[in-house]
């Protein structure tokens, strides 16, 4: 027989270990609750530049047609001329996808693009130029082309391109010339040489955002030095007419970054 105090001794212990867990035991519980009490992450929907590019392959007809498609607005807003949306294709199919696949290119959503128009291709279908690999090298280049067919160019005629080589400038001037609508193949007096600019010409511009409020801005002075005949450029907006006084900084061999005594007025 079991004495008194041996019994209440036995029954203390009983309800100790009945109590008591193993560290491990404890974690576990304390993992449970943590688990059955964190809210369960919310997937973050695909951002809709990632939803829609790249543009997917379609089939297309196979005959050849060259067409141009061009788009000019965006986001219900016009684009500047510099900034308008080109693409070319053997037939209209293929320069549809191309003008969503620019879009891409430059970070614009297909879906929210101007209408567009198609065109047969005045370059019969040297447009886009081929790109070509050039040699490695860093020298920043223009190069201008003053005759078109037997035509010369003049004044804002000649078509000017900047590139980080001569080789890149002279493929950036024939799709220079795509852009203005020629057929590259017919370009004539080409001249190459070095960038004045040190390759700030030859930047690709952000495209403008800003409110469409026509504004005319004017540069007075350039590398410190008091202009004859002050630079001057309007645009739809402040951000485009800045860009615009830029490209006229580039065509008159001049650094946009040294431009000085810069005025923008709204209205013109």
Do not use: F
Request: hydrophobic letters at 35%.
């Amino acid at each position: 027989m079991i004495s008194r105090p041996l019994t209440l001794v036995l029954a203390a212990l009983a309800v100790l270990l009945a109590s008591c867990r193993t560290t491990d035991e404890a974690n576990e519980v304390k993992a449970d609750e943590k688990t059955a009490i964190a809210p369960m992450p919310t997937p973050s929907p695909p951002s809709p530049s990632r939803v829609e590019c790249p543009v997917p392959d379609a089939v297309c007809p196979m005959d050849y047609a060259p067409v141009l498609c061009t788009t000019d607005s965006y986001r219900g807003r016009t684009l500047p001329a510099h900034h308008v949306l080109m693409a070319w294709g053997n037939n209209t199919c293929q320069a549809k996808l191309n003008l969503q696949r620019e879009a891409c290119r430059r970070n614009m959503l297909p879906s929210v693009l101007g209408r567009h128009e198609c065109v047969p291709d005045p370059s019969a279908g040297h447009c886009p130029p081929a790109s070509l690999p050039c040699p490695e090298g860093h020298t920043p280049s223009v190069c201008s082309a003053s005759g078109y067919a037997a035509q010369d160019l003049t004044g804002e005629q000649i078509i000017r391109a900047w590139g980080r080589s001569a080789c890149d400038a002279t493929q950036r001037l024939q799709l220079a010339a795509c852009r203005r609508h020629l057929d590259p193949a017919l370009l004539r007096k080409i001249v190459c040489g070095n960038d004045a600019s040190d390759g700030e010409c030859g930047l690709p511009e952000a495209e403008c955002e800003d409110a469409l409020k026509k504004t005319v801005c004017v540069a007075g002075v350039a590398d410190g030095k008091k202009l004859a005949v002050p630079l001057e450029a309007s645009g739809p907006s402040a951000c485009a007419a800045k860009q615009a006084l830029a490209r006229l900084a580039c065509r008159q061999d001049l650094k946009p970054s040294r431009l000085d005594q810069v005025v923008c007025r709204i209205g013109g």
